[in-house]
């Protein structure tokens, strides 16, 4: 009977092990944003640069309150393709369809998505 036991306890702290190590796939949005650490060798910022030292999370650039593939402050590299479809805001050296001094309106149009895919509000943008 002990080795039955021994055996059904060895075997629960086996799964209960595994289990712990897999988690369940999901991302705590309030710790997305924090929870991957810039890759600066990847990255478009210069050394000095202000937006340097922000975090760049899963999904959402909470400094500029836009999704992070689309982030053009975060990846210059965007820049093009926005500028090719003609939309790009010269005065604030950002896509039109994403700058918000000149349409406060989009911030709201980009806050429904975070709301689509995290049940909650985005951080306000910070930059």
């Given amino acids: 009977m002990s080795k039955i036991f021994t055996l059904s306890f060895a075997v629960a702290?086996?799964?209960?092990f595994v289990f712990s190590l897999s988690g369940?796939?999901?991302?705590?949005?309030d710790t997305a944003t924090a929870a991957v650490e810039p890759q600066h060798d990847e990255h478009d910022h210069e050394e000095g640069d202000e937006h340097a030292g922000h975090e760049h999370g899963e999904w959402w650039c909470a400094e500029h309150g836009v999704p992070e593939d689309e982030c053009t402050r975060?990846?210059?590299?965007?820049?093009?393709?926005?500028?090719?479809?003609?939309?790009?805001?010269e005065e604030h050296s950002l896509p039109d369809s994403q700058c918000f001094v000149c349409h406060p309106e989009l911030e709201e149009k980009f806050a429904a998505r975070?709301?689509?895919?995290?049940?909650?509000n985005p951080p306000k943008p910070t930059e």
């Fill in 74 to 89: 975060c990846d210059s590299g965007l820049v093009a393709a926005y500028k090719d479809k003609d939309d790009w805001c």
């Fill in 114 to 120: 975070f709301v689509a895919k995290y049940g909650k």
């Fill in 24 to 29: 369940c796939g999901k991302t705590d949005p």
């Fill in 13 to 16: 702290l086996s799964v209960t």
